[in-house]
């Protein structure tokens, strides 16, 4: 599924938000938020490189000449059919880029309340303490409209409020997706880089260059970072899979019990 959103900056006036963030197609069709199972474990990650942890405070890709945006612009609408780019007249340029949502751990929406009482005295409050853990459709694909100096952390602040997600926007990171030698290479984006001029110097080719987004994986959990319904949550997909893993181990090792008892049976006079 995708929803396509104008993200501009600096931001302008819009009517469907106050906040600057424009919607071309309010909702996804078919998009429900869902609880459902997943594995509370990951596979262990090698430790991060010391060049690493300074990610964020690293500068963005080199800019590019005004001659060599308006060549690569030229190129970039030729190989495609609708949503080219287009260049301003201070030099700046906007256009469309595809993210795509790919979390594993729930986020924290507000939780809406249906019961329809009539007492509205207070509640603004009340409600905006209630939150609700979900999961988001990993096939969610939203199509941004930015411009080139739009930043990957305001891309990634965009997409949060637009799921109105009550996360802190550090918990999640923007990555660059490439196929190379038919593997799937992600890279992670520094918060000062611009989505747009990737874009632009990779071309439309989505195998060329794509955008995800996924936890900020650190190398360690920052469980100071979730809220009391998602540790909640995180503590009953925990006691599940610790049920599962006992029966699967119990399961095991009753198989081989059997089957030394049978080799037994066998050697007996």
């Known amino acids: 599924m995708t929803v396509n959103t104008v993200l501009t900056s600096p931001m302008t006036s819009s009517n469907s938000m106050s906040s600057g963030y424009c919607s071309l197609d309010d909702e996804c069709e078919d998009f429900n938020f869902f609880t459902a199972k997943t594995s509370f474990f990951r596979k262990p990650r090698p430790a991060p490189k010391q060049n690493e942890t300074k990610e964020e405070e690293a500068r963005g890709t080199k800019d590019l000449s005004e001659k060599e945006v308006q060549t690569r612009i030229k190129a970039y609408n030729s190989q495609v059919t609708e949503n080219g780019m287009k260049l301003a007249s201070d030099g700046s340029y906007t256009g469309f880029i595809k993210v795509h949502l790919r979390l594993s751990r729930p986020v924290t929406v507000p939780a809406v309340d249906l019961s329809g009482s009539e007492d509205q005295e207070g509640t603004d409050c009340e409600q905006s303490e209630k939150r609700s853990s979900f999961y988001i459709p990993r096939e969610c694909v939203k199509q941004l409209h930015i411009s080139s100096l739009t930043t990957t ?5 965009g997409l949060l409020k637009k799921f109105m997600v009550l996360d802190n926007p550090r918990k999640f990171a923007l990555y660059r997706q490439t196929h190379r030698d038919g593997q799937d290479l992600f890279q992670k984006l520094p918060l000062p880089e611009r989505p747009l001029l990737l874009r632009l110097i990779a071309g ?42 006992v029966r699967a181990v119990k399961q095991k090792y009753t198989m081989y019990r059997q089957k030394l008892q049978q080799a037994l049976q066998q050697h007996d006079p």
């Open 153 to 157: 952390r305001e891309v990634i602040q």
């Open 204 to 245: 439309p080719d989505p195998q060329q260059l794509s955008f995800v987004l996924k936890e900020n994986e650190t190398g360690e959990v920052e469980w100071h970072a979730f809220s009391v319904p998602e540790l909640q949550n995180f503590l009953v997909i925990l006691e599940k899979e610790e049920a599962e893993r």
